[in-house]
């Protein structure tokens, strides 16, 4: 059973740091994309960023509304996804959703974790 | 940057058809996706490419994408139909995926 849970939420201050994790199981993660995707409290989906598989030199991608702010990474070793964000702002309070580029799917995103609260605040 | 434009809302009598639209820029030639999210928990992939079901998605729900508009149908709709829907597309030219704002669907 594919499974995304993330952690490492919480309430932090304006111009603070979070990093967030996202452990994956039940399927061969170092084959997928996998993206960052976040929602304010009342609001629609936005994209955050994405990071590309081994085979695609991990290359990452990012909303402009982050881009030089966050970095999302992967380790295969621990079928982990992280983001690491910076300069947090209160527009950043959202929950973030790690979620998976499925394969033969046009890279729709198959699979989503239950989604984690960061709050920015003073 | 690409923009998908989506009905804030949609309303729709028990056992007839819900048909929520997504517009954009020559939508048509883009491979679009539709995620159905209930409140307080994550959302689900219903359409893939425009017009695939994923395993366990039932038949009623159906995709189209044509010209400027990308248009999720769901047929003899259910109480439980009840959500929010997003259209998404890949935008090349940003190298960003894109959301539409979202339809609210309610079942009268």
């Known amino acids: 059973e594919v499974q995304l849970v993330e952690s490492g939420g919480g309430s932090v201050q304006p111009g603070g740091s979070l990093r967030l994790s996202c452990a994956a199981s039940?399927?061969?993660?170092?084959?997928?994309?996998m993206d960052w995707v976040r929602q304010a409290p009342g609001k629609g989906l936005e994209w955050v960023g994405r990071?590309?598989?081994?085979?695609?030199?991990?290359?990452?991608e990012y909303a402009a509304s982050v881009k030089g702010r966050v970095t999302i990474s992967r380790d295969e070793s621990r079928n982990s996804l992280y983001l690491q964000m910076n300069g947090l702002k209160t527009d950043d309070t959202a929950v973030y959703y790690c979620?998976?580029?499925?394969?033969?799917?046009?890279?729709?995103?198959?699979?989503w974790g239950q989604g984690t609260l960061v709050t920015v605040s003073s | 940057s690409y923009v998908l434009t989506q009905p804030p809302s949609v309303s729709v009598a028990p056992g007839k058809t819900a048909s929520i639209t997504c517009g954009g820029d020559n939508i048509g030639i883009k491979n679009v996706h539709w995620y159905q999210q209930k409140p307080g928990q994550a959302p689900v992939l219903v359409i893939y490419?425009?017009?695939d079901l994923p395993s366990g998605i039932p038949e009623r729900v159906s995709g189209s994408n044509s010209g400027s508009t990308a248009t999720l149908t769901i047929r003899r709709v259910e109480a439980g139909d009840e959500a929010d829907y997003y259209c998404q597309v890949w935008d090349s030219s940003s190298v960003h995926w894109v959301f539409g704002g979202g339809t609210r669907l309610t079942v009268l």
């Open positions: 490419h425009d017009t």
């Open positions: 039940g399927f061969t993660f170092s084959g997928h994309y």
């Open positions: 990071i590309r598989n081994k085979a695609n030199n991990y290359i990452t």
């Open positions: 979620a998976r580029e499925g394969l033969n799917i046009a890279m729709a995103l198959d699979y």
